[in-house]
């Protein structure tokens, strides 16, 4: 079950556009995009949310089932898998270390990729928006253009804090982010091999008057091959989690 990752919204970028020599704008045009697309979501320019759900379906290669991802402002975060209407997988990051529990919940075992799991919790369009970012000590920076399907897209890049680089590709007329890339493992816990990724973000819909994307694909770009589909069913905003749910359980008595 440890194939089951979200997924979750992460983005990239080749080595090819990165040497391009595209055009750098002054730091102000970079903030009339983060500006922009702040107002096409309906958001204040930095974030208020504490908390969000989100339940979704998802298609990972040849498996189909649900799953529940809670997420909170200050980093935490926990995805459990659903197949029958039951709990099979869990996957949490505490805000310092990762755990994972299967399907008969009695021996946690710690998760090897601590950081894929932080990662998710800190992308924009998520829990938090692109004017939140450098706040948390993540750097933000204009690319240039660069048109996919006749598109001329403004391209961000980000670096988190703790190096980890992916991109964002935003729609220069809706002002939305509908593409991300970044090199990574898809399922990095299987398979440790990296390659470039391209998730594509679609189907906005308001929740609470604030715009975000029910539909993400992801697509290995070195091979063309489709990996995955998450389609979100519901999204609750300010849920009141109990801090237990992201802390990992003792083990069972046999």
Request: proline letters at 6%; aromatic letters at 10%.
């Amino acid at each position: 079950m440890r194939a089951f990752k979200l997924g979750t919204l992460m983005a990239i970028l080749s080595a090819m556009l990165m040497t391009s020599g595209c055009a750098r704008p002054s730091p102000s045009g970079l903030e009339q995009i983060i500006a922009n697309n702040a107002a096409a979501l309906h958001v204040p320019a930095t974030s208020h949310v504490r908390s969000m759900q989100v339940d979704l379906t998802m298609k990972d290669g040849q498996s189909s089932f649900g799953a529940v991802y809670k997420v909170t402002r200050n980093g935490r975060m926990r995805i459990d898998i659903i197949s029958g209407g039951k709990r099979v997988y869990t996957e949490a990051y505490d805000g310092r270390d990762a755990w994972d529990l299967g399907e008969d919940g009695s021996s946690p075992t710690t998760d090897s990729n601590p950081a894929t799991l932080w990662h998710g919790t800190q992308f924009p369009e998520q829990i938090l928006t692109l004017g939140d970012l450098r706040s948390l000590g993540h750097r933000l920076e204009y690319v240039g253009r660069e048109n996919i399907g006749g598109v001329d897209y403004h391209l961000l890049k980000i670096t988190l804090s703790d190096g980890f680089e992916t991109f964002r590709y935003i729609n220069p007329t809706t002002w939305l982010i509908e593409r991300g890339r970044d090199f990574r493992a898809f399922h990095p816990a299987v398979d440790g091999k990296k390659t470039w990724i391209e998730t594509m973000w679609s189907d906005y819909r308001p929740v609470n008057g604030v715009m975000h994307p029910f539909l993400s694909v992801n697509t290995d770009l070195t091979s063309g091959k489709w990996q995955a589909t998450n389609t979100v069913t519901a999204i609750s905003i300010d849920p009141n989690f109990d801090d237990s749910i992201f802390v990992r359980p003792p083990a069972k008595a046999p």
